[in-house]
Antibody
Framework: QITLRESGPTLVTPTQTLTLTCTFS??????????VGWVRQPPTKALEWLAL???????RYSPSLQSRLTITKDTSKNQVVLTMTNIDPVDTATYYC??????????????WGQGTLVTVSS | EIVLTQSPGTLSLSPGETATLSCRAS???????LAWYQQKTGQAPRLLIY???SRATGIPDRFSGSGSGTDFTLTISGLEPEDFAVYYC?????????FGQGTKLEIK
């Protein structure tokens, strides 16, 4: 059974750094082709792709946010961590992590966490 | 960066009817690496279609996808009450793996 779960602060002060952790089970980031990524959704708005890290440590970022984002993995803990610097109220959103099962085919994000709402406010 | 434009923004139909949703890319999506997701209020997105036309595991056959290059379509035949939701397309042909802005399918 594959599961992903996001964790992190629910309230963040502007200019701080946000750190979110995705803890997953049922698959391994040591498996060739596998990736785990982050997607966010501001209240009542559309999905926005943020970043993704692959089994081989290849990292992909949204160009508009790249300067503020860092994605890392800890394969021994089955975790992927996303950090976002200089947080702003416009970053208020539900943040999801999701699995990409295989870099070498055209499957999408097949398993998602339930999401975590992060509010940015002073 | 590939920009995906979905249309219409909102689609109002009745149960039993057929829904046709469009996703147009600003440049060709390589390998037909396009996926469709369904999102209901308060829930995470669910993968429906990948590779433009392959149904994900457990997805009913009333959902079908088609298209290639820059034009893709999601068709839902014989709408069921549980199909009324927001639908997003996403491309994996090249990074960044962008989403469309979504189509809301509502009950008429």
């Amino acid at each position: 059974q594959i599961t992903l779960r996001e964790s992190g602060p629910t309230l963040v002060t502007p200019t701080q750094t946000l750190t979110l952790t995705c803890t997953f089970s049922g698959f391994s980031l040591r498996t060739r082709g596998v990736g785990v990524g982050w997607v966010r959704q501001p209240p009542t708005k559309a999905l926005e792709w943020l970043a993704l890290i692959y089994w081989d440590d290849d990292k992909r970022y949204s160009p508009s946010l790249q300067s503020r984002l860092t994605i890392t993995k800890d394969t021994s803990k089955n975790q992927v961590v996303l950090t976002m610097t200089n947080i702003d109220p416009v970053d208020t959103a539900t943040y999801y992590c999701a699995r990409r099962p295989n870099y070498y085919d055209n499957r999408g994000l097949d398993y998602w966490g339930q999401g975590t709402l992060v509010t940015v406010s002073s | 960066e590939i920009v995906l434009t979905q249309s219409p923004g909102t689609l109002s139909l009745s149960p039993g009817e057929t829904a046709t949703l469009s996703c147009r890319a600003s440049q060709s999506v390589s390998g037909s690496s396009l996926a469709w997701y369904q999102q209901k209020t308060g829930q995470a997105p669910r993968l429906l279609i990948y590779g433009a036309s392959s149904r994900a595991t457990g997805i009913p056959d009333r959902f079908s996808g088609s298209g290639s290059g820059t034009d893709f379509t999601l068709t839902i035949s014989g709408l069921e009450p549980e199909d009324f939701a927001v639908y997003y397309c996403q491309q994996f042909g090249s990074s960044p793996y962008t989403f469309g802005q979504g189509t809301k399918l509502e009950i008429k």
